[in-house]
């Protein structure tokens, strides 16, 4: 088996790595990371959980490393664009992780803290930079950020900056880059207004792919209780006090509903948290801290904010709500079973959900099999 030693990475990253317990790269990793120490351009499809990060943060890292150079005053050598606060958050996170024996500063922008202080850790210019795009183009309007030294610009989560209509603030963004440069665009899906911008931005990419996104993972138990809407409180409830059930992500439609299964569950004893864009910065890093320390074992996220949560050991996955887009449910169940190790995922389908289940199923070529609570799944029929 292939080791990270084996792809030619510098000591220092090899310890970090070690230190991390991290020894064999994950298939996205052994296909991208060639190509970034090459100075490629890189398009991945991949989805969160498959190591994407690591697969342009380690090669990125060592290029810095191998041609140090002072930083410009209020500006970055590699930009990292990124959907979320949470997903902004943990790519530095990881920035730091890998990079911590090679002396590199790496600083987050992102919205919901104040302005001031990000404007004071780009002053003296940094190495690595991670991003939102709306906070970036606030500090851009501020000066408090030049561009025009970027060196390598990363586009995370393409199909997710879409819908949250960030592509026009990137194209934006792009346009004040220096024409030569590496850039990677990684995005789980690839709709056509993706492509357009991967194809203007990229220059004679190298094209790597993992888990299409109508692949289930494969170690992911699946399945569906049939339940009316009023019920569903008490079936999320029995579900819970299941002793098989550990650390939990339950999936709701909206940040309302989010709160009303927080508040149900604490009126039936059972302790969690909500992760949403209503919740202020500190509220979705402090329940994500409790729900990573098992201090909370429940957490109910929104789609939108549950994007950037990477957690390991997610037993169960719960859609208390079915998402209306079937390519959510893939997202949302590849939550759990990750490195290794298995999960299950159940969904509560109310009548008038019927169609997004159907939608799911389609979108997989797989039917969801059915479960009654107390009971075993059993083979749903055609």
């Known amino acids: 088996m292939t080791s990270f030693s084996d792809l030619g990475l510098r000591a220092e990253l090899l310890k970090a790595l070690e230190g991390e317990g991290y020894t064999h790269p994950t298939p996205i990793q052994l296909q991208a990371i060639p190509f970034v120490l090459e100075g490629r351009d890189v398009q991945g499809i991949a989805q969160t959980g498959t190591g994407k990060t690591a697969a342009f943060a380690l090669p990125i890292l060592q290029r810095l490393a191998e041609n140090r150079?002072?930083?410009?005053?209020?500006?970055c050598r590699v930009l990292v664009l990124s959907?979320?606060?949470?997903?902004?958050s943990q790519i530095a996170d990881s920035f730091r992780t890998y990079g911590k024996y090679m002396g590199l500063r790496v600083t987050v922008m992102f919205g919901g803290v104040p302005k001031p202080r990000q404007a004071k850790a780009m002053s003296g210019g940094v190495d690595v930079l991670v991003a939102t795009p709306g906070r970036l183009m606030d500090h851009m309007a501020d000066?408090?950020?030049?561009?025009?030294?970027?060196?390598?610009?990363?586009?995370d989560e393409a199909d997710h900056m879409l819908d949250l209509g960030f592509i026009v603030p990137i194209r934006r963004i792009?346009?004040?880059?220096?024409?030569?440069?590496?850039?990677?665009?990684?995005s789980a899906t690839m709709p056509p207004e993706i492509a357009t911008l991967a194809a203007g931005m990229l220059k004679d990419p190298a094209h790597v792919a993992v888990t299409p996104v109508a692949t289930t993972a494969e170690r992911v138990e699946q399945a569906v209780v049939f339940v009316d809407a009023p019920r569903k409180r008490h079936a999320l409830l029995e579900l819970l006090v299941d002793h098989t059930t550990g650390r939990t992500l339950v999936f709701t439609r909206t940040k309302h509903g989010a709160d009303r299964v927080v508040k149900q569950l604490g009126e039936s004893g059972v302790a969690a948290a909500a992760i949403h864009g209503n919740k202020s910065q500190g509220q979705r890093e402090r329940a994500l801290a409790d729900f990573?320390?098992?201090?909370?074992?429940v957490l109910v996220a929104t789609d939108i904010a549950a994007r950037g949560i990477d957690v390991d050991g997610v037993t169960h996955v719960i859609n208390f709500d079915l998402p209306n887009v079937p390519?959510?449910?893939?997202?949302?169940?590849?939550r759990t079973a990750r490195a290794g190790k298995d999960g299950m995922a159940i969904s509560l389908c109310a009548?008038?959900?019927?169609?997004?289940?159907?939608?799911?199923?389609k979108l997989t070529r797989s039917k969801v099999p059915v479960m009654t609570l107390?009971?075993?799944p059993t083979r749903q029929a055609a």
Do not use: N, W
Not at 69 to 75: A, D, F, K, L, S
Not at 327 to 334: D, L, M
């Open 143 to 155: 000066r408090a950020v030049r561009l025009d030294h970027v060196e390598t610009l990363v586009l």
């Open 83 to 88: 959907p979320t606060r949470e997903l902004a």
């Open 351 to 361: 009548p008038d959900e019927r169609a997004f289940l159907r939608g799911i199923e």
């Open 374 to 376: 107390g009971g075993a």
């Open 327 to 334: 390519e959510s449910y893939v997202h949302r169940i590849g």
């Open 292 to 297: 990573r320390a098992g201090a909370c074992r």
């Open 69 to 75: 150079r002072q930083p410009p005053r209020g500006g």
């Open 174 to 186: 792009i346009a004040t880059l220096p024409a030569k440069r590496q850039t990677m665009l990684f």
